[in-house]
């Protein structure tokens, strides 16, 4: 700041003094910074200490509240030496400035008028100048330095020093009465006034002195005039009296602390080069008064302050809170108000004389007060709302009840939300609102519509003088003269120009520089003074047009009238200065000429030199070549064409023909001597003519522009943000608005633009023109920016009906209409944008980072020193430390600033690109934070439906409360995901196959994501369909049909969506009917052997048998007691239910059964319930009562038995079947173990009575249910999505038409063409049958017997575990694996299971299709049909069982298609039934083949592979995995008997353990009567129950659920013992087959 | 999984399901249940109940009082899943056939205290306007194959409902712990904390 001053300085002595004045301030600036910082720290001390004084003496009146009056007194000290030290920087700095120049002469007032005349940029300067001169009056005639020196030289004397501890003194005085004595002025009110008086004559006088003693080096001179010297012209050398600060010291005291406000500086600076000319002269005089005043205003500063502090703690009565609380506010009596008014006001009563200082004082007081009413824009200061924030009154509740509590209304006060400045990328901290202040101060129209002619002329010629003001101002002329002399003198004093040449080199050189110099700075020279000439004649000219016009139209529109000031000069002086400079011209360009006459002339002198060699050696040849043939010319010719032309001689360079140039030139251009010099003054002096004078059109013209007025509207970044008043345009044109807007934002500005709207009368608001103005650099401050003027114009076209010249529409001066110009509406508008200083002095500029985010615009700080595009404010900070910017030189000034902005940490450059800049916005706490808490991780994994989380229920509310172990599988699961756990599966093969399930399983899962968030219309409302004409049918025949019908038939029900359902709403219904053909009991003494029927072929198997029991067998049966008492129940989820105990081997039961259903976790998605696993048991018991009475004398009088169920067989039907057929209905084949001791399946011929004849053609025992779930629900749907297909497009098309015909006629019927691959693609389904070897293993075994390796196969087949799709894949879709897949799976459905089984049979060289169609419990499904000797066979590949056609038992119901590797035949025959139709498939009649004449096959690519590669399993393994199921079920076998012991009969357990491995060489045939006979031998003396349970081995827990649903644990007999044998036998491909051997033992006694 | 008893809050919602307004139809009944979170467990009350039929009244409202009392306790853990209501109104049609004629659902006040609740209520429309005639006919107006799916946000893109009269709840509502766990619903709470912070904020 200061240097920016000094540097002003310079530039003012620069132009007072001219170049050639020298200025060496510098050093001794530098040693003041120095020493000012010793004296202010002198001046702290100094005042504390008078501090210590004041408060002693307080300390007496006041002990009480010593401490607090003590810190308030010494920050009010030091408040008051704030003050003056701010206000005397301000105040010297600017004096040196001729600043307030008027305020002398015209007063207060008058000052105020002019500047308010300046606009509103002035108001600031005004409001500062203002409240200096306030403090300076205030100060002024208060007190008086005590010092009695009387002279006037003597009250300069008195030093800043002293005059603070004046000050102080003072203060004290005022404090306390009893001071007074230290006063020397007993009246200081007397005292004051004289002083008063005193200074009104001293106004005059002490610059008078300064100038009249310049040269006066006495001591004794004041240090004002020193330091008001050395501010100004630094001639003097101050000397410095010992003790006293010398002037420099004070002044560089005083304007140490400069930077808190720099407006005022700036303003004054401002005003001064505005009222320069009038300051020029006697402004010396004027100024050192005012300095005096303010000097003076400080003391008087101080005093009040003083006052007021002490006042105010006298009045204090309140706590040490209060009171800092009350200071904020800034509260003050009246009393004390008063006392002070009275005591600024008394005075100017008695000095009645003096206007001046009464209104000084008025302002002062108003100014005074001021500072706690009035902010610093000048509005009273207040809170933004006076309504209080709550109510003081308790709330009021409502007594009524009719308002609800949320409902009540609260008055909530409006608070200023804190701007959302957040929005920008970066911005850290808050920044605060930034103010942008645009002044408006007024529009003037270069051109507008309703101009006359005389105004376009006026215009133009304020243009041209503005124009002519401009260049006076820079005085080109005067300045390019002064240079082309100095050069001129320069080039003359030069020693030894002519005479030294060698040494000179450099001297020559920089003649040369000179010279070169001289005529550019003539030639500039001589351009402006032509410019110059030919304005003024311009000006001459327009104005002379403009009169001519004025009498033309016999009116003047204008009060524009043009003067020209003539200014005689002396002839004589002025023709010798001429003819110097024509000589001084003349002389230069002939010596140009010269120069360049000599460089010519040596050009032609080689030249010459060239010609006339080259003419020699021409002459030669030819003299040569006269001999030589002519034909050589013609090549010659070349030759001679290049001869050079004879150089002419330059003509010398006359003087005379020169100085005639120069002079020709310099009369064109010139003034001639003696001609008076004109100066053109425009003033507005004329007159208008009165309006009634004028001719019509131009009263029309007059009224036009009345009608007219002016607006702008500000746009901030293109909206409206304000407008002005509307003004009218006066008959000048001009607008005067003088309007702030201050702009609150938070971003950088993008766009400022104002907008011009003409009213014309009372019509709309009409756009002249935009101006888009400059957003102003960040070093522009309110009060600093100076007022520019933005041109602007409009291209619309307006033609008047009078005199108005129109915008757009050519017109013309002369009266023929010739010279036509046309103009556009246009002017200027005079604005200043600045950036506010807010209160603190902080600049409310957005920091620079936010400027990139908006318009890329680059900070002219950066630009300026040739680095434009440095973005990076931390390096160039960096670089700026780095490189010792020197922060004092005025060109770096912003740049310094933008450093330490960017370095103070307030700007936050963001080194990233954000994409979601708002996300931040809502993260409440960090990721980490988030992440660790335990709650919200449950609740994220639960929203993910992560399994394990997915129906978590009550998620605990505190962390503390969650155990880790929740997470602990979940996090096992996810570490473990590549890791193959074999704890669980006993076998590692299939924990593989697990795993890749699971994990084909989550790849399908994902897929089919979205699909199963799709709803429809179905899955959320139930609408009837629209009935057609079938429905209308049954629905009338419905109306015909009995109420109450013989058969009564089940009605379908609703479907229910499982997703709203839960806990307890699903029932698993059974409704056991009847079985067929249980097992009866054998009596032990029975020998009765009877051959099995399975044993026996095919051929015997399937015809039709007639009994084979003599009458005399049975009727031995029949008198028996009773056969078997057989019951049934059913398990599932380990609910058991049963119904009651029926009798014989074909029992009725018909009753219903009723099973709750949990799903798992309670989720009743469709999803889970798909993946429910569970299995329905129905097993059969027979229910055996014992009498354990052992004593038979009770028998009369009790019962004493005991009831044992001994387990017959069972039924397990998966859940997921149930879920998707819905209901399962149909007689089913009970597995019943190959050996069930102590029972045997006896024909009950009586019981059969002759009906057997059909049922007979199978064996085994049936029973016949209906299972249902209650509500009925909606399975998942298969997959709406067509995957992609690497299938012929032909053929996929054909498939396609295939189904619409198939489905048009059977539309229940399966047809089955494509099917999904496990890699999501759909595959022609031919592609899956291929001719597949079966393991040799199995074929070495019957080498001689196809039947029996058939057999085996699908016994091999079967023994692969079934798992559902539906399970594996949610259900949503059917993906088929081809067979070695499917075995290294060792899992899949029937469709795996039938084509692996259909392409055994294939290699086996039988003939074998694939069946698809329904059966039971399946539903659709796959079966394999063969031909076997004019018979066909039907296999189920799940169990292995294969049964004729015509078998009743056959669980297939309905034949949809038939596939064959090479084809598809649809059934097209009138019934589905296997013993309906014909499996002829040659007859088209019957079979729709897909592939025929018309669409051959095109030899489709199997996708099964060559060949199967079989490993022959591990026995080891086996045996491995045998003992550890083994060891599994026992302990499964303890737990479930809880309150018993289980003992173990290790002799029997091994009997079985022998014994199994012979039933799994057998397939469970044949064995039973050996088995039985080994058993009798070896356990002679026990009751012996038990059977083999056979089964796939796929996982651990189906052979737990299957033991546990036999209930053998159950006998609570206490002398019970237990026998358990386990027999894996290991099948080629790690199929196994398990064996479990139960059985309970009870010692017969 | 987590603590046996984990710190819970309890909201207990009683009141009536006080009366219905729709104009065109008489003689309805109308059934509750509630939907809630899966954090939510009723502990006390009951769940779902169905209402007497009632006639409208003589006066000039016309109104369908039902005046039904609901009474139900939850503890819950978490707010999510806040339990609603859910009112499902059935009547006769000229046919004498139950048809549906409103649901509406609304949450169960935060705020404890006394509650007047309006619920609109809506059916869904059908899907054409011969099925609309043929639904009207056969007396099998298309409803939702659950209430409770007014109360959830998924899948109600694919219905198109009309509007259908209003159904008046009273709820009186009581909480426990809520403070307690961080979770401030009540208003008069809300009132003066927030006067409580605008004064810290004037003394700062």
Partial sequence: MKNRLKGREEENVKKTFGDDTVIARDPEMSHKEEKLKIISEEFVENEDGEAEKLKKKLKVQKQKRRKQIRKLMLREVKEGRDQIQVFLTSSLSTAPHRCLPKLQDTGLEEQLEGTANLGFQQEHQERSESNLLSMAIRK????????????????????????????????????????????????????????????????????????????????????????????????????????????????????????????????????????????????????????????????????????????????????????????????????????????????????????????????????????????????????????????????????????????????????NSVPNNQYIVGSGDSLGQFQLD?????????????????????????????????????????????????????????????????????????????????????????????????????????????????????????????????????????????????????????????EEYEKIMEEYNTAYQKWKTWKKTQRNKKKKKKATEDQEEATEGSEYGEEPVKPTPPEPVDRSTIEQQVRERALHRRRKPGEPILIPELSLAGSVTPIELCPRAEILRREDVKKRSVFLKVLFNNKEVSRTVSRQIGMDFRVHFGQIFNLQIHNWPESLT???????????????????????????????????????????????????????????????????????????????????????????????????????????????????????????????????????????????????????????????????????????????????????????????????????????????????????????????????????????????????????????????????????????????????????????????????????????????????????????????????????????????????????????????????????????????????????????????????????????????????????????????????????????????????????????????????????????????????????????????????????????????????????????????????????????????????SQEDEKLLQATEKFHVECALKFPKRQCLTTVTNLSGKTVFITRYLRPLNPPQELLDMYPNNPQATAELVARYVALIPFLPDSVSFNGICDLWSTSDQFLDLLAGDEEEHAVLLCNYFLALGKKAWLVMGSAIPEGPTAYVLTWEQSQYLIWNPCSGHFYGQFDTFCPLKSVGCLISPDNIWFNIQRYDSPMRINFDITKPKLWKSFFSRSLPYPGLSSVQPEELIYQSTDKVAAAELQDRIEKILKEKIMEWRPRHMTRWNRYCTSTLRHFLPLLEKNQGKDVEEDHRAELLRQLGDYRFSGFPIHMAFSEVKPLIETVYSTGVHNIDISNVEFALAVYVHAYPKNVLSVWIYVASLVRNK | MAAANPTVFMVMVNGQVESGQFPEFNDLYCKYCFVYGQDWVPTAGLEEGISQITSKSQDIHRTLVWNFPIDITFKSTNPYGWPQIVISVYGPDVFGNDVVRGYGAVHVPFIPGRHKRTIPMFVPESTSKLQKLTSWFMGRRPEYTDPKLVAQGEGREVTRVRSQGFVTLLLNVVTKDMKKLGYDTSSLELHTSSVIDLSEGILK
């Fill in chain 1, 140 to 415: 002024g005639p208060r007190n008086l330095p005590p010092i009695p020196s009387t002279s006037r030289t003597g009250f300069a004397e008195f030093s800043m020093r002293e005059r603070m501890r004046e000050k102080l003194k003072a203060a004290r005085s005022k404090a306390e009465s009893a001071l007074l004595q230290e006063i020397p002025s007993p009246k200081p009110r007397h005292f004051v006034s004289l002083r008063e008086e005193e200074m009104t004559g001293f106004e005059e006088e002490p610059g008078k002195n300064v100038l009249r003693e310049p040269q006066d080096k006495d001591s004794q001179r004041s240090t004002r005039v020193r330091f008001q010297d050395s501010g100004r012209k630094l001639k003097f050398k101050p000397q410095v009296p010992p003790g006293f600060p010398s002037a420099e010291e004070a002044y560089n005291f005083f304007t140490f602390n400069f930077d808190p406000e720099p407006e005022k500086d700036e303003t004054k600076d401002k005003k001064r080069e505005e009222s320069n000319q009038e300051v020029e002269e006697g402004e010396e005089e004027e100024e050192k008064p005012t300095y005096e005043e303010q000097a003076e205003k400080m003391d008087e500063e101080e005093l009040i302050n003083k006052k007021e502090a002490n006042d105010f703690l006298l009045d204090l009565d309140q706590t040490i809170h209060d009171f800092l609380e009350l200071r904020a506010a800034e509260y003050e009596s009246i009393h004390v108000i008063k006392q002070k008014e009275k005591e600024i006001l008394f005075r100017p009563s008695s000095l009645t004389g003096i206007g001046y200082y009464r209104n000084k004082n008025i302002f002062s007081l108003l100014i005074s007060q001021e500072r706690k009413w009035f902010g610093d824009d000048g509005r009273i200061l207040a809170l933004p709302n006076p309504i209080k924030q709550f109510s003081t009154r308790p709330p009021i509740f409502s007594p009524e009840e009719g308002i609800e509590a949320g409902l009540e209304i609260l008055y909530k006060k409006a608070v």
């Fill in chain 1, 438 to 594: 645009i002044d408006i101060s007024g529009l003037i129209f270069t051109h507008h519509p309703c101009f006359s002619r005389e105004h376009v002329l006026a215009s133009k010629l304020a243009q041209l003088y503005d124009q002519h003001l401009a260049r006076r101002q820079r005085n080109q002329t005067k300045f390019l003269t002064d240079k082309l002399n100095a050069l001129r003198n320069a080039v003359h004093t030069h020693p030894d120009f002519t005479k030294t040449h060698g040494p000179g080199h450099t001297a020559q050189e920089s003649m040369k520089k000179y010279k070169f110099d001289i005529r550019q700075t003539r030639r500039l020279r001589d351009a402006e003074e032509e410019k110059d000439r030919i304005l003024l004649k311009t000006i001459i000219k327009v104005w002379k047009e403009m009169k001519s016009l004025r009498d033309f139209q016999k009116f003047t529109n204008t009060p524009i009238k043009l003067f020209l000031r003539k200014e005689e000069v002396d002839w004589k002086i002025d023709e010798k200065v001429f003819e110097t400079e024509i000589q001084a011209e003349t002389d230069e360009l002939l010596e140009e000429h010269m």
């Fill in chain 1, 754 to 1284: 104002l907008q011009v709207y003409e009213t014309a009368g009372y019509g709309s608001n009409n756009l002249l023109a935009e101006v888009f103005l400059p957003i102003p650099e960040t070093t522009v401050f309110t009060g600093r920016a100076s007022i520019e003027e933005i041109e602007f114009s409009s291209n619309q076209h307006v033609t008047l009906d009078h005199e108005g010249v129109g915008s757009g529409e050519p017109f013309s001066f002369e009266a023929d209409g010739s010279n036509k110009i046309i103009l556009m509406t246009s002017g200027k508008v005079s604005h200043s944008v600045a950036w506010a200083v807010g209160e603190n002095g902080i600049p409310l500029i957005p920091p620079a980072s936010q400027q990139s985010t908006g318009i890329r615009r680059r900070i002219d700080a950066i630009a300026s020193i040739g680095a434009s595009g440095l973005a990076d404010m931390k390096k160039l900070a960096k670089w700026a430390a780095e490189s010792k910017l020197d922060p004092n030189d005025p060109n770096n000034a912003s740049l310094m600033q933008l450093i330490t902005v960017a370095t103070s940490g307030d700007t936050y450059v963001p080194e990233f690109f954000r994409l979601e800049q708002l996300q931040q916005e809502f993260n409440f706490i960090s990721d980490e934070e988030l992440n660790r808490s335990k709650r919200f991780r449950l609740l994220h994994l639960r929203t993910l439906e992560v399994p394990e989380f997915r129906n978590f229920k009550q998620v605990p509310i505190y962390d503390r409360e969650i155990m880790e172990k929740v997470f602990q599988d979940y996090e096992k699961r996810i570490r473990d995901r590549g890791i193959i756990e074999t704890k669980d599966h006993l076998d590692t093969h299939r924990a593989i196959v697990a795993k890749y399930l699971q994990q084909v399983r989550e790849s399908v899962i994902n897929r089919f994501l979205i699909a199963r968030h799709h709803f429809l219309l179905s899955d959320l409302v139930v609408e009837e369909d629209v009935p057609n004409i079938s429905i209308l049918g049954v629905s009338l025949f419905k109306l015909a049909e009995q109420k109450r019908p013989l058969k009564p038939r089940r009605k379908g029900r609703k479907k229910v969506p499982a997703q709203n359902l839960s806990d307890g709403d699903i029932k698993l219904l059974v409704n056991i009917l009847r079985a067929y053909d249980i097992p009866v009991r054998k009596p032990i003494s029975s020998k009765l052997q009877q051959p099995s029927r399975s044993s026996r072929p095919f051929s015997e198997t399937l015809v039709t048998s007639p009994s084979m029991q003599s009458p005399a067998h049975i009727l031995d049966n029949v008198l028996n007691q009773v056969l078997v008492r057989p019951f049934v129940e059913v398990s599932f989820q380990r609910t058991v239910c049963h119904t009651t105990t029926a009798e014989g081997p074909n029992p009725s039961w018909n009753e219903e059964l009723e099973l709750p259903f949990r799903a798992p976790n309670s989720d009743y998605s469709t999803t889970s319930m798909q993946s429910v696993k569970d299995d329905i048991f129905i097993n059969i018991f027979d229910e055996v009562l014992y009498d354990i009475l052992e004593d038979d004398r009770e028998r009369g009088s009790g019962i004493h038995t005991r009831i044992e169920r001994h387990w017959l067989g069972s039924v397990r039907i998966p859940f997921s079947t149930l879920y998707f057929q819905g209901r399962i209905d149909g007689t089913f084949k009970i597995d019943i173990p190959p050996v069930l001791l102590g029972y045997s399946k006896e024909r009950n011929i009586i019981n059969e009575r002759g009906f057997d004849s059909v049922r007979s053609l199978s064996d085994g025992t049936y029973i016949t249910f209906f299972m249902t779930i209650e509500p009925h629900l909606v399975s998942g749907e298969s997959v709406r999505e067509k995957f992609d």
